[in-house]
């Protein structure tokens, strides 16, 4: 076993660390966590608005993957069945917990992203971030998938399970409002 | 030619424009202002927005906790008296028992769940009994309690979601569960309930006893065990 656990640790490959892991090494999924945890957190923490929600959110995320590592074929790259799991837990998040999004609205959403993002990225843009982070959920995830994470509008219809139709309309909508919140 | 639509535009800068559609708006592009203006800001947007970092790490290392909750899970999985069903163990399960759900059958299992759950009670009675004694103050796990505390409050409202939608289900199945199973069913629920709220009271009495929470999940995952099981029979 700790002939296996050097070779995992020796990897740099999404793939042989994604073996290994299945194996059930650990370390492997410590390495793949280092390597994705960024993208997933930006994601969690954009659509929950709030830092403490969006680490509670990532840690979601990465439980479920473990668990169903198995699951996992080969037939695409980790990183984008890693995003599937981030949607769906973000999704599920999104319909279990109406009253977050309520919140957000009420609130104005400025007090709590921009806080979260100031305090990682000093050079964020701060007004950008709070005109997102004021957008419908929906509107929102299309915007940082598309324009953030370059996903097409088919792979965003892929992810979150909407016609196509849908997804451009809202990408169209989120940009609207992101233009007319900053132009106020 | 007409001025260029904000759709058009999207779509313009988004490369989803046939060669004849984009060749037709650049011409209009140079004829119009407006409609160059209105291009113009849309892409400084779609830039900056692009801008943006796609990674952002989280304050707190979150690996500690999650292999809390992964252990956690763990612990719940080995926990349960029978593992949740799945497609494969159904396939292997004898196809009498599976295809007449009889009453017979059920019983026997249920009967064997309490004995089984009676053993459990006597054998966390004394743990609590133990950490209330000899271990009092000294926490089992070497973790974060509120943290742990915190994960073992979300994981509850889980199970209690999820055992009040199947208690729902139960309430509907097809057909009613015989006297005497319904009376075995309620008989182990009964012993679970009283698992959960001593260990409760005993948590809520010490909160840095945070291996009492491993009982309680323990204890839902096995009244989650049983109402699927009587799910299925009813069903």
Redesign the interface.
């Known amino acids: 076993l700790s002939t296996v656990r050097r070779v995992c640790a020796s990897r740099e490959d999404d793939v042989d660390l994604v073996r290994c892991a299945q194996g059930g090494d650990?370390a492997a999924f410590?390495a793949l966590?280092a390597e994705h945890?960024?993208?997933i957190?930006?994601l969690c923490?954009r659509m929950t608005g709030d830092?403490r929600a969006?680490?509670?959110l990532?840690?979601d995320v990465?439980?479920r993957a473990?668990?169903r590592l198995a699951s996992f074929r080969g037939d695409s790259r980790f990183s984008s069945w890693l995003y599937r799991v981030a949607v769906n837990v973000v999704q599920e998040a999104r319909r279990a917990d109406g009253r977050r999004e309520r919140r957000v609205e009420l609130m104005g959403g400025s007090e709590r992203l921009p806080r979260?993002?100031r305090?990682?990225?000093p050079d964020?843009?701060l007004d950008?971030?709070y005109a997102?982070g004021l957008l419908p959920p929906g509107a929102r995830l299309v915007?940082i998938l598309h324009?953030?994470?370059?996903f097409t509008?088919a792979q965003i219809a892929e992810l979150t399970g909407t016609a196509i139709g849908t997804v451009?309309a809202q990408?169209?909508r989120a940009?609207?409002l992101?233009?007319r919140r900053?132009e106020q | 030619m007409t001025h260029v639509t904000e759709s058009r535009l999207h779509d313009y800068l988004d490369g989803l424009l046939a060669d004849s559609e984009r060749a037709r708006i650049e011409t209009h592009m140079h004829a119009c202002a407006g409609c160059r203006a209105e291009l113009d800001a849309l892409a400084q947007l779609v830039s900056e927005i692009g801008a943006l970092p796609s990674e952002i790490l989280p304050a707190h290392d979150l690996r500690s906790t999650i292999a809390r909750r992964l252990e956690i899970t763990q612990v719940l999985d080995a926990g349960a008296l029978v593992p949740p069903a799945s497609d494969h163990e159904q396939g292997a399960r004898p196809k009498t028992a599976r295809a007449t759900g009889s009453p017979t059958v059920s019983r026997h299992v249920l009967a064997a769940a309490a004995v089984v759950l009676l053993v459990l009670l006597s054998v966390f009675t004394l743990v609590v009994q133990r950490s209330g004694e000899e271990d009092r103050g000294r926490p089992i796990l070497a973790l974060d309690d509120e943290a742990s505390l915190l994960e073992f409050q979300h994981a509850e409202t889980r199970y209690l979601a999820a055992i009040a939608e199947l208690e729902t289900v139960l309430r509907q199945g097809r057909e009613p569960l015989a006297a005497e199973t319904l009376e075995l069913l309620e008989e182990n629920l009964a012993v679970l309930d009283r698992a959960i709220r001593e260990t409760r009271a005993a948590l809520a009495a010490d909160t840095s006893q945070v291996e009492l929470t491993r009982f309680i999940m323990a204890s839902y995952a096995q009244k989650l065990d049983l109402l699927r099981r009587a799910q299925r029979f009813s069903s």
């Open positions: 650990t410590d966590y945890v960024g993208r957190h930006a923490l830092a969006g680490e509670e990532t840690q990465f439980v473990w668990r979260a993002a305090e990682r990225s964020v843009r950008l971030e997102i915007l324009d953030i994470e370059g509008q451009k990408l169209h940009r609207r992101v233009r900053l």
